[in-house]
């Protein structure tokens, strides 16, 4: 059974840094790529910044250019997100995606969200 499970989210004051963790279980990690994706409310899901298996940034967004930072340990199966100076418009639910492309077929799961606050 595949898990992904997201922890580190809460309440920080804008200008603050919190560093969210998504542990990963049922899968063979390495061969994932991991990406963060976020939802406020009301909102689309957007992505927040991705890493290869290799450890390279597939993609990011300009909101969180300079701020917020993935990396990975394949030993611990965990991939993180810090994010730092943050601001109310990051305020969202946090979600941990893990994704493998295959010959005939693409491999995708889900976390189920940590909430991340941003307020005075």
């Known amino acids: 059974q595949v898990q992904l499970v997201e922890s580190g989210g809460g309440l920080v004051q804008p200008g603050g840094s919190l560093r969210l963790s998504c542990a990963a279980s049922?899968?063979?990690?390495?061969?994932?790529?991991m990406t963060w994706y976020r939802q406020a409310p009301g909102k689309e899901r957007e992505l927040v910044v991705g890493?290869?298996?290799?450890?390279?940034?597939?993609s990011q967004a300009d909101s969180v250019k300079g701020r917020f930072t993935i990396s990975r340990d394949n030993a611990k199966n965990t991939v993180f997100l810090q994010m730092n100076s943050l601001k109310p418009e990051d305020t969202a639910v946090y979600y941990c995606?893990?994704?493998?492309?295959?010959?005939?077929?693409?491999?995708?799961?889900w976390g189920q969200g940590t909430q991340v606050t941003v307020s005075s």
């Open positions: 890493i290869t298996s290799g450890g390279g940034m597939t």
């Open positions: 995606n893990a994704r493998r492309r295959e010959v005939f077929t693409t491999r995708e799961y």
């Open positions: 049922g899968i063979t990690f390495i061969y994932y790529t």
